[in-house]
């Protein structure tokens, strides 16, 4: 059978995951037949890992990159599984609670259900971020882990993190940030996010997204080994004594193209690509804006406007990959690979469709 082509990314607006750096593609693909999952046997990308991890660190404003603990997962939804793990683990009530703003990405769904916490959402103010008062009544003795958005999903927006984590540590609980998305955006942003913004204990940040790294390369980092401590288990039959990863068998392709995709592009390459990109959703915002479209305000690299339904399918229609928020807005993501030929064509779609 002929092998159909992969998805072209010319019409592609809504992934959160681009076009890999040729770097990653390369290193992916050197790397293809390796198993972080096996250090003692895998030594190489083992110890590339290491080197991701305090490449994230870096992002991350981590006080100690070099002794960072974490590792690159399948993505951030393992990632995120894993936080709320880790701190069900560490605390000292049986039947433990979550505290996750609405907005929060529906991951967090999946973890509770798998790992019988309890999910308390609540809800965001007007400008889509979490509600600190909400968070403040929501937290309690069994509250094990708050979370706080930083780049949400639908509207690219950042919680009150400093705020979220002394409420989080003042309950006794622990404070996650999920930037899987923002993670790479964000150092070049003015915003209070990372581990040296805030007393944070885990952070999922994923290469695979703004990183332009090869799929899959999510990435959990935590403050001190005690977070991942939590989620080792022993491993009889590998040389290694203790695994604290969700998967056994992992990609070494996904490690190897998240630190070749970082040393070549941080810091230089990806403020290039963040500028770029909060250009274009700045100009797209304006775009939608003069054809009278109510626009949420970007402040992040990423647009929703309000779009009749019909004139959303038309789009569709028209090969656009644009997805919906869970209001209904048009929401597009500009990714690198979203260039401003590409936005300048999709309008130009859009006021045909409108004639
Ligand atoms: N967290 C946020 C904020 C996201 O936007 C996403 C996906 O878009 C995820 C977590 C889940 O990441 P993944 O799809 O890599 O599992």
Redesign the pocket.
Known sequence: MQQPEPQSFDRVLSS??TEPHPAAREAAERFLATNPGDPATYEAVASLEERAVELLATLADHPTPTDAAGYV????????VQAVRSARNRHDAGDVNVVVPES????FHKAAELLDVELRTVPVDDDFRARTDAVEAAVDDATALVVG?????EYGRVDPIPELARIAHEAGARMHV?????GFVLPFADAEWSFGDAAVDTL?I?P??FGQAA??A?GLLARDDAALDALAVDTPYLETRSQATLTGTRSGAGVAGAVAAMEALWPDGYLDAVERATANAEWLAAALGDRGYDVVDPELPLVAAALPESEFDALREAGWKVSRTGRGELRVVCMPHVTREALRAFVADLDRIRE
């Open positions: 959160m995951c997962t399948s993505g951030g939804t393992e990632a995120n929060g990405h529906f991951s958005v930083a780049g949400s999903t999920d930037a899987a998305w923002g999922t994923d695979h997204k799929v899959p999510g």
